[in-house]
C-alpha cells in the first residue's frame, strides 16, 4: 500500500517559519513530480509548489522568495520550507506525489497537515 505521510505542520506568530516533510512508502515504482497543495476553509485547492524528478520547480505566485520546495531522490521525501509566514498562509498543506508502479501513472495525496500563522 502506498502512503504519504506529512508532518511539520504547527502554529506560528506572522514572520516566522515551519517546515513541511512528506515521506513515501509501499511500492511506489518510478517517482516524478512531487509537490505541495494547500486548502483554506471555504477556498478553492490551489498549488503551491511543485518539483520535478530532475528538479524543476513551479510555485505559487503569493509565496515566491519565501517558499523553497525540495526533494531528496535516495530517500523519496520532499520537503516545504515556508519563510516569512502571513496570516493568508493559514491552511491545510497537502503532499501529492505522481509515482508509476507500473505502466499506469497515478497521483497519491497525503491527509493533510494544518498551518495556522496568527498575527
Known amino acids: 500500500q502506498v502512503q504519504l505521510v506529512e508532518s511539520g505542520g504547527g502554529y506560528v506568530q506572522a514572520g516566522g517559519s515551519l517546515r513541511l516533510s512528506c515521506a513515501t512508502s509501499?511500492?511506489?515504482?518510478?517517482?516524478?513530480?512531487m509537490g505541495w497543495y494547500r486548502q483554506a476553509p471555504g477556498k478553492q485547492r490551489e498549488l503551491v509548489a511543485r518539483i520535478t524528478s530532475g528538479g524543476s520547480t513551479n510555485y505559487a505566485d503569493a509565496v515566491k522568495g519565501r517558499f523553497t520546495i525540495s526533494r531528496d531522490n535516495a530517500k523519496n521525501t520532499v520537503a516545504l520550507q515556508m519563510n516569512s509566514l502571513k496570516p493568508e498562509d493559514t491552511a491545510v498543506y497537502y503532499c501529492?506525489?505522481?509515482?508509476?508502479?507500473?505502466?499506469?501513472?497515478?497521483?497519491?495525496w497525503g491527509q493533510g497537515t494544518q498551518v495556522i500563522v496568527s498575527s
Open positions: 509501499g511500492s511506489i515504482g518510478r517517482l516524478n513530480a
Open positions: 501529492y506525489a505522481d509515482i508509476v508502479p507500473g505502466l499506469v501513472r497515478y497521483d497519491v
